[in-house]
């Protein structure tokens, strides 16, 4: 039995004890009106969070790299973070709505078992990416380690083809990280909240340092041009660079619910998403390309990563500093975008066995697993491979659900059913056909344009066929296709769908 707060009509709390169903844990259980406590600061201060990290600071220069000019990378930034912001506020309404996760949400369509399909492939490409920003975060640790203790830089074994000290630091800095984990998920509230003022001076004071030593912003900006490795033309480039920049969130556009369940009202989480998220990803951008053209009139060199960057300075003080914003950009982003999911995603498994600080674990131990050093090997790998591969499953699996949410069941979800493996969210087996199908026939255009990319040094394909071109848009066509396919076959079910009850 559900019932609407009095007080909030966005609300709908579970009253009826399903804690005996085999689908319920604490960490999945539906958030009680009280516990309902995020503001529009709260949301808005977890984008800022999550969006100043320097794989954020980076991309930008990768496109450029490829041939855009700065203004067009900030454009195509702006516009593809613009784009990922609607399924971002669609899927984010169910959260708030009903205060369920988002393995929980994709029962409805998927089934009560069918939901570990989307669920595990969110979370295997979380764990990718917890490994590349722990990668990073090491990285820094490893540079100021290496200042102020210069033996430090001594310990040179080699394994994997990584330094001995460098993976000291990056497996320090995942044990920090392990340590927020056992934590909990209220503590990242905080974490966000306190960090972003830090993250937003940290970039203003790196900016105008760049373009006081550079000779002024025009001069800066002028000298991007030098960053251009190749003349492609811009509407060659453009495709894929936009699906990379929906891509960089499209999995957020998924899991938002594991925290709008959390906010105060629909308001809030639409207001902060919208407050948070495309302005400050295009911002922080835009520092790394000026900061980057800046050092070629410093230095004489273009220097992409703030790690690198750092190394350069002479004063420990500035060093402190530095690895202070970048530590909390780091630690900000991964603890957010890339734990939280994995974890409600892997408790979602076997919610008895697995609770949320378990499935942090997992997730800590995978992100090893996945060589990130290997992931992050160059940036045109990292964009036309990994950020274009999995933004089409991302893209899938986002208009299957919103199809589902938004047209098919017009908002209206049985609270109680989504905890009942016999209820009406099982579709008889655990699996919603329906849903399993969309999902692959919409996958399975981009994979040949994928297989090619990724067996391509670089990602980019010389003499790309109708395939290829067809993958650079990958999350548009699988949203298309997984919103179509799932639309026309729920429609066309003989048995009536009660929008209530599943």
């Known amino acids: 039995m559900t019932t609407e707060s009095p007080t909030e009509r966005d609300f709908v709390e579970l009253q009826t004890d399903v804690s005996h169903s085999p689908l319920w844990n604490r960490d999945l259980a539906p958030t009680t009106i009280n516990e309902r406590t995020w503001s529009t600061w709260n949301i808005a201060a977890l984008w800022i969070g999550m969006s100043v990290v320097i794989t954020t600071y980076t991309l930008a220069g990768g496109f450029i790299e490829a041939g855009m000019n700065w203004w067009q990378a900030m454009i195509t930034i702006l516009l593809g973070n613009t784009i990922v912001l609607i399924p971002m506020i669609l899927n984010a309404h169910a959260g708030t709505k009903y205060g369920v996760s988002f393995p929980v949400l994709s029962r409805a369509a998927f089934g009560t078992k069918g939901a570990n399909v989307p669920a595990m492939l969110r979370a295997i490409v979380a764990c990718g990416w917890f490994g590349i920003q722990t990668w990073i975060g090491g ?134 998403q919208a407050l948070g998220l495309p302005f400050t990803m295009t911002a922080f951008a835009f520092i790394g390309v000026a900061v980057t053209s800046a050092t070629l009139l410093i230095y004489g060199v273009a220097i992409p990563n703030p790690v690198d960057l750092m190394a350069r300075f002479d004063s420990v003080l500035i060093i402190l500093f530095a690895t202070a914003v ?154 298309a296709l997984g919103f179509v396919i799932y639309y026309v076959l729920t429609k066309t079910r003989r048995e009536p769908l009660n929008a209530t009850h599943g």
């Open 139 to 272: 990285t820094a640790l490893d540079a100021l380690f290496g200042v102020m203790f210069p033996a430090w830089n001594s310990l040179s074994a080699m394994f994997l083809d990584v330094a001995l000290h460098t993976w000291l630091a990056f497996l320090l800095f995942w044990a920090i990280q392990v340590v927020i984990i056992l934590k909990g998920v209220e503590g990242i509230k905080y974490l966000e909240t306190w960090s972003a003022p830090l993250l937003l001076v940290g970039g203003l004071v790196l900016l105008v340092w760049a373009a006081w030593r550079a000779g002024g912003l025009g001069r800066v900006l002028t000298e991007s041009a030098a960053l251009q490795k190749q003349q492609n033309e811009f509407w060659t480039i453009f495709p894929g660079a936009l699906t990379a920049s929906v891509g960089y969130w499209a999995t957020l556009s998924l899991n938002i619910p594991d925290f709008t369940r959390y906010a105060r009202s629909q308001k809030s989480q639409m207001l902060g």
């Open 326 to 479: 970048i530590f909390a950009a780091q630690l900000t982003t991964n603890m957010a975008a890339n734990v939280v999911s994995p974890s409600n995603d892997f408790s979602n498994l076997n919610p008895r066995l697995i609770s949320y600080v378990t499935g942090g674990l997992i997730t800590a131990v995978i992100g090893i697993l996945m060589m990130p050093w290997k992931l992050m090997e160059s940036m045109g790998a990292y964009i036309f491979t990994w950020l274009i591969g999995y933004s089409g499953l991302m893209g899938a699996i986002a208009g299957i659900l919103i199809c589902d949410y938004w047209v098919i069941r017009k908002q209206q979800l049985n609270l109680e059913g989504l905890f009942d493996p016999r209820g009406p969210y099982s579709y008889g087996n655990g699996f919603n056909w329906r849903a399993m199908a969309a999902l692959v026939v919409a996958i399975a255009p981009v994979v040949p344009g994928f297989v090619r990319a990724a067996s391509t040094p670089g990602g980019q394909v010389s003499n790309p066929t109708f395939l290829d071109h067809l993958y650079t848009y990958s999350w548009f066509v699988t949203f």
